[in-house]
Structure formats: structure tokens, C-alpha cells
């Protein structure tokens, strides 16, 4: 059973507005959540992370909310550039496990000029 | 060189062959990763190795081996692989600090593993 799961698996969005990339989990153990993006014949590179007890957490154009009670959190891209049309994964460790990533099945945006 | 370093980034091999993988990282971290990407699926961790010693082995077939000579190199031994062994396999290292922060890890560009 996944624990970690994205199930849109693809996301088109018109430059220069919001993308919103949504990531749900099961383990309520998970204390660290991560996103990570991957172009085309390269590794993922980290983008953002949050601990389990903030709610937001804001990088320049990459703001990732946290809702512990819905098991939910969302990568919010402000304003989208099409530069930013990768896979995007969402990640999540329990501490105690050695801070192994689980990983969801990706979600691929796709941003439009 | 810096960063995650994965040779060779493609590999053809038979059902009997024997190969090897390799990673090196330059970045000073103390554990390294060995994940695998099939399509459609989960990146799927297989192997941790913490300070050169292998903490994690998530129920990989023998026909896979890891390696971690020193801190700083990861092998995976690949030997009597099977078709649907064919996917993209991914070495990460990091610096894992216990409970104080999320473990980022850092990726290498993977090697593309096709098993006819």
C-alpha cells in the first residue's frame, strides 16, 4: 500500500499563474516531507521541504503547505515559468528510520507560454 | 568533480551476464542510497548504507548486491537479472543528522538499465 500518493499525474498549466501539485499520505510517523523535481535524463534535485510542525514554508516562487489533520500537503508555484515543467515527487521520512524517503509516483507539470 | 556521480548512464546486459553499477559522491555526506525508478511506479528504495555499513536492504533479490567500499563509493553488482529488473537506478547520498532536520538527499543522474 502506498504511503505516499500524487494522484494527478499530470498538471498543464498557462505561464505566469499558479500551479498547485497536491501529495497525500497515510503515515502519521512522517515528520519531515520534501519535494523534489526531475527533468528528463537527470536525477531529482530538492526543492523544498517542511517539518510536521509548521504549516507553510516559503522559498521564493515555492511556497509548500502542510495540513496534518487531511494528510495533505500542496506545492504552490507562483508565477509559473516554463522553466518549471519537470516531474515534480513528493517525499516524506518518519524519523527513526534512518530519514529514508518514501516517495509518491510523480506528478508531471507542464507550463505553457 | 562535484556532486552524485553515476557510471554508467546506460547499460544493455543479458539475463546471464555479470555488471556492476558505481556512484561516487564529492560532497562529504555519510550515507548513500541506492533507489530504483520503474515505470509508472514509486521511486522504491533498496538499499541504505550509513557510515559504510548497509542499515536497510528492503527485501531486494540476491541477484542485486550493493557495495560500499568507503564513504564516499556505492557499487550495486547486478548478476542474473531478469526483464522486468530493466528501470532507471538511482544512487543518492546525504548527511544525515538523526532527527534534527529532513534528510535531503542528492541525486545522481542515474544509469538506464535494460535487461533482454
Known amino acids: 500500500d502506498q504511503q505516499v500518493k500524487q494522484n494527478s499525474p499530470s498538471l498543464s498549466v498557462q505561464e505566469g499563474r499558479i500551479s498547485i501539485l497536491n501529495c497525500d499520505y497515510t503515515n502519521s510517523m512522517f515528520d519531515y516531507f520534501l519535494w523534489y523535481k526531475k527533468y528528463p535524463a537527470e536525477g531529482p534535485t530538492f526543492l523544498i521541504s517542511?517539518?510536521?510542525?509548521?504549516d507553510k514554508n516559503e522559498d521564493g516562487r515555492f511556497t509548500v503547505f502542510l495540513n496534518k489533520s487531511a494528510k495533505h500537503l500542496s506545492l504552490h508555484i507562483v508565477p509559473s515559468q516554463p522553466g518549471d515543467s519537470a516531474v515534480y515527487f513528493c517525499a516524506a521520512s518518519a524519523g527513526g528510520s534512518q530519514g529514508n524517503l518514501i516517495f509518491g509516483k510523480g506528478t508531471k507539470l507542464s507550463v505553457k507560454p | 568533480e562535484t556532486g552524485v556521480t553515476q557510471t554508467p548512464r546506460h547499460l544493455v546486459m543479458g539475463m546471464t551476464n555479470k555488471k556492476s553499477l558505481k556512484c561516487e559522491q564529492h560532497?562529504?555526506?555519510?550515507?548513500m542510497y541506492w533507489y530504483k525508478q520503474s515505470a509508472k511506479k514509486p521511486l522504491e528504495l533498496m538499499f541504505v548504507y550509513s557510515l559504510e555499513e548497509r542499515v536497510e536492504n528492503n527485501s531486494v533479490p540476491s541477484r542485486f548486491s550493493p557495495e560500499c567500499p568507503n564513504s564516499s563509493h556505492l557499487f550495486l553488482h547486478l548478476h542474473t537479472l531478469q526483464p522486468e529488473d530493466s528501470a532507471l537506478y538511482l544512487c543518492a547520498s546525504s548527511h544525515f543528522r538523526g532527527r534534527s532536520g529532513a534528510n535531503v538527499l542528492t541525486f545522481g543522474a542515474g544509469s538506464r538499465l535494460t535487461v533482454l
Open positions: 560532497l562529504g555526506h555519510n550515507a
Open positions: 517542511i517539518s510536521s510542525i509548521k
